[in-house]
């Protein structure tokens, strides 16, 4: 495959309106203006979000004007994709402090200097500054139909569940920022692919102009899981290199495709036979070791992978972590934990209910060197006990 063929193939979900239309334009050697959308709902940039931005840094390589937008103004809203419950509403001082690292964050993937460099814009620039008039006039050009047919808002709407107006209307400003801007292009993941249908629907009524959509693949497992925030497994691009390179570890055997096909730019060639060779009943250990020297390597360099595959493989492997060294909780933390699961996500090793599950149905829990067997039991923790979950421990104490 040649650059552009890599470009539409690898690595993306789905083409709007098509392939093919994009390709021409692409062949025809127009440069072309797009972005991708960040809201800052949080402080970190995980390597789900390294999908997309791979796919702008293939833009950018091919000379196309790149901007990574932060939304600012959108994150106060409230983005519902992917929620079937109300976000928490946040305040302007907390968006901007989570968005304080992110250029520095996307620039292990991104060149924000050099002869093309990345652009960065807030949609506060123009959100922000619309009058209460302009912005129901601009609402005119949608209709209540074509909101309140998102799959979410039919299931909250089945259970009899509210539907907020700031929610409501976020498709609607989010979808305004191609607008705003004027692109040509915008990249998401597959779950925002809605809100940048909509931004399309948009520019064809105001600018009359189309505007290409690429959504990419969410990060998941072979079995759908999803890699992030929501799962309690997410994984920073700048976490340490050394912890980066143990959660990378830590994630299940069936991750290893997925991330190498999307996080890396090992040959299609190279990662069928790795499949094949882990279904013959070849060690996945050999291969999840190289995606993890070559992940922290992309986010890092070198040296840094070294050292993290060097500690790894001490501490870990050879079974030299000590226990004086495990992160402690206190027995108060769990007063009120009803169960194994509640004291998973209370200790600090997962993030929902859903992760200890699996890690538990994995036979990957044990309490004192002894398996947990189920998820509904409920363990009277003392001082001195040890949980471990895969290759996360924590210590009880006082």
């Given at each position: 495959?040649?650059?552009?063929?890599?470009?539409?193939?690898?690595?993306?979900?789905k083409i709007y309106?098509s392939?093919?239309?994009?390709?021409k334009?692409l062949?025809s050697g127009k440069?072309?203006?797009?972005?991708?959308?960040?809201?800052?709902?949080g402080?970190?940039?995980h390597?789900?979000?390294?999908v997309a931005?791979?796919?702008?840094?293939?833009?950018?390589?091919?000379?196309?004007?790149?901007?990574f937008?932060?939304?600012?103004?959108?994150?106060?809203v409230?983005?519902?994709?992917?929620?079937?419950?109300?976000?928490?509403?946040?305040?302007?001082?907390?968006?901007?402090?989570?968005?304080?690292?992110?250029?520095?964050?996307?620039?292990?993937?991104?060149?924000?200097?050099?002869?093309n460099p990345?652009e960065i814009?807030?949609?506060?620039?123009?959100?922000?500054?619309?009058?209460?008039?302009?912005?129901?006039?601009l609402?005119?050009?949608l209709?209540?139909?074509?909101?309140?047919?998102?799959?979410?808002?039919?299931?909250?709407?089945?259970k009899g569940?509210?539907?907020?107006?700031?929610?409501?209307?976020?498709?609607f400003?989010?979808?305004?920022?191609?607008?705003?801007?004027?692109?040509?292009l915008?990249?998401g993941?597959?779950?925002?692919?809605?809100?940048?249908?909509?931004?399309?629907k948009?520019?064809?009524?105001?600018l009359?102009?189309?505007?290409?959509?690429?959504?990419?693949?969410?990060?998941?497992?072979?079995n759908?899981?999803?890699?992030?925030?929501?799962?309690?497994?997410v994984i920073?691009?700048?976490?340490?290199?050394?912890?980066?390179?143990?959660?990378?570890?830590a994630l299940?055997?069936?991750a290893i495709?997925?991330?190498s096909?999307?996080?890396?730019?090992?040959?299609t060639e190279?990662?069928?036979d790795?499949?094949?060779?882990?279904?013959?009943g070849?060690?996945?250990?050999?291969?999840?070791?190289q995606?993890a020297?070559?992940?922290?390597?992309?986010?890092?360099?070198?040296?840094?992978?070294?050292?993290?595959?060097?500690?790894?493989?001490?501490?870990?492997?050879?079974?030299?972590?000590?226990?004086?060294e495990l992160?402690?909780?206190?027995?108060?933390?769990?007063m009120?934990?009803?169960?194994?699961?509640d004291t998973l996500?209370?200790?600090?090793?997962?993030?929902s209910?859903?992760?200890a599950?699996r890690?538990?149905?994995q036979?990957?829990v044990?309490?004192?060197?002894?398996?947990?067997?189920?998820?509904?039991?409920?363990p009277k923790?003392?001082?001195?006990?040890?949980i471990?979950?895969?290759?996360?421990?924590?210590k009880?104490?006082?």
């Amino acid at each position: 495959m040649d650059a552009i063929d890599e470009l539409l193939t690898r690595g993306v979900d789905k083409i709007y309106p098509s392939r093919e239309a994009l390709e021409k334009v692409l062949r025809s050697g127009k440069k072309l203006k797009l972005y991708q959308g960040f809201d800052p709902t949080g402080p970190q940039l995980h390597i789900g979000h390294a999908v997309a931005l791979r796919k702008l840094r293939q833009f950018q390589n091919l000379g196309h004007h790149v901007i990574f937008l932060i939304g600012d103004f959108t994150a106060m809203v409230g983005d519902p994709s992917g929620k079937y419950s109300e976000r928490k509403v946040l305040t302007k001082e907390e968006v901007l402090a989570n968005a304080k690292t992110y250029k520095e964050q996307a620039s292990r993937i991104l060149n924000f200097e050099g002869d093309n460099p990345v652009e960065i814009k807030y949609n506060s620039q123009w959100l922000e500054k619309m009058s209460a008039i302009e912005f129901f006039r601009l609402a005119h050009y949608l209709t209540y139909s074509q909101i309140i047919e998102r799959d979410m808002f039919q299931e909250r709407m089945k259970k009899g569940q509210d539907l907020f107006m700031n929610e409501f209307l976020y498709p609607f400003m989010q979808g305004y920022d191609s607008v705003a801007m004027d692109v040509d292009l915008e990249i998401g993941g597959a779950d925002q692919m809605f809100n940048m249908l909509m931004g399309r629907k948009l520019m064809h009524k105001i600018l009359k102009k189309d505007k290409f959509v690429i959504t990419v693949p969410l990060l998941t497992d072979a079995n759908g899981v999803k890699i992030g925030k929501t799962e309690g497994n997410v994984i920073g691009i700048s976490d340490p290199p050394s912890e980066f390179f143990g959660k990378i570890m830590a994630l299940g055997d069936d991750a290893i495709i997925p991330c190498s096909t999307l996080l890396t730019d090992i040959s299609t060639e190279q990662i069928e036979d790795m499949k094949k060779k882990m279904e013959s009943g070849e060690n996945p250990m050999i291969f999840k070791k190289q995606l993890a020297f070559g992940l922290t390597k992309q986010f890092n360099n070198e040296k840094s992978a070294n050292k993290a595959q060097n500690e790894f493989e001490t501490r870990f492997q050879k079974g030299e972590l000590n226990n004086a060294e495990l992160p402690t909780k206190k027995e108060s933390d769990f007063m009120n934990a009803t169960s194994i699961l509640d004291t998973l996500v209370l200790s600090g090793i997962t993030e929902s209910n859903s992760a200890a599950r699996r890690l538990i149905e994995q036979k990957a829990v044990k309490i004192n060197g002894i398996l947990v067997g189920s998820s509904k039991d409920n363990p009277k923790l003392k001082q001195g006990d040890i949980i471990r979950a895969g290759r996360k421990a924590i210590k009880i104490n006082t």
